[in-house]
């Protein structure tokens, strides 16, 4: 395997130090950069004249200013026509919801599929404090929810980053019992945590998700800004050099599966992307913004390309 761990990651557990990082490399995807990232959290602020909106500055009247945005004290104090311009105030605060439950712990070859949510989930905080937006998260184990409410600066993230690193613990241990409870609790908390106007970002694989969740989604939509990161292990496209047999389970099923067989590995791509298509259909048919991450490369490597 040519691909190898962020420094401090074993691929399994979670530490502050393999998720801080992600701090240093945001500069190259903020404005006016353009990249995936910086179009998926979109740019929030425009300067224009007008009333009702942040003051930004004075500057020296131009022909074409609107005359009520003249500052007749500047005006009088240095005898030459300035300006008032502002900053229109249009601050979307992100919202993470990043799915821990039981179906994201698991990797065939470079981390668990959570563990790769989890550093989406800090490029994305450090993402939202570098366009001065505050930053909230709920996430969701399978079998607790942990509410981080949106905050500003260095504060949002390291918040998150240290629940991430507890809730990847407190999700491992409950693996054992494969009881988890439906998308549709941490759905609801993303709803309530969210106010009017957020740009909602979903981190998860999906399995989870239903058609009954649709309704709640188009809820959450209609009042915010929503994407989808969907992240997917390459085992799930047929993508593995084993080729013996070993014994699986998706959740719901277990039963032994021979990988040496190529109809084996054909099946399971065909059921990972007809998983993919409703999702995207889904997207396509709520205008949700729709992207997909591998578990099988490093992050960084994946932006790059």
């Not at 996430?139 to 629940?163: F, H, M, N």
């Amino acid at each position: 395997m040519t691909d190898t761990l962020p420094e401090h990651a074993d691929g399994v557990h979670l530490c502050v130090d393999e998720l801080l990082p992600y701090r240093l490399h945001t500069p190259r995807w903020l404005p006016p950069a353009k990249s995936l990232w910086s179009q998926l959290l979109g740019q929030h602020q425009s300067k224009q004249l007008g009333r009702g909106m942040d003051f930004a500055e004075v500057r020296q009247y131009q022909p074409g200013d609107d005359i009520r945005s003249i500052d007749w004290r500047v005006m009088a104090r240095t005898g030459k026509p300035h300006t008032k311009l502002f900053t229109e105030e249009r601050e979307k605060p992100t919202i993470l919801y990043i799915d821990l439950s039981s179906s994201m712990q698991f990797g065939s070859s470079l981390m668990l599929k959570s563990v790769q949510a989890s550093h989406v989930a800090s490029i994305l905080s450090w993402l939202a404090v570098g366009e001065h937006d505050r930053v909230g998260a709920v996430i969701d184990t399978g079998v607790t929810l942990i509410e981080i409410k949106p905050v500003s600066r260095q504060k949002g993230p390291l918040q998150i980053i240290a629940q991430l690193v507890k809730g990847q613990e407190s999700a491992l241990k409950s693996i054992a019992s494969g009881s988890a409870h439906s998308m549709e609790n941490g759905l609801q908390a993303l709803h309530r945590l969210c106010p009017k106007g957020c740009d909602v970002i979903v981190i998860s694989d999906f399995i989870r998700y239903d058609t009954s969740l649709k309704p709640l989604l188009g809820q959450i939509n209609r009042r915010n800004r929503l994407k989808f990161i969907h992240i997917y292990d390459p085992l799930e496209v047929g993508d593995t050099r084993f080729r013996g047999a070993e014994w699986v389970s998706n959740g719901k099923d277990t039963r032994w599966l021979n990988f040496s067989a190529l109809n084996t590995r054909n099946g399971i791509k065909k059921a990972f992307e007809s998983h993919q298509e409703k999702l995207e259909l889904l997207c396509q048919s709520m205008g949700i913004d729709y992207r997909s991450i591998s578990s099988g490369t490093p992050l960084l490597k994946q932006l790059a390309g």
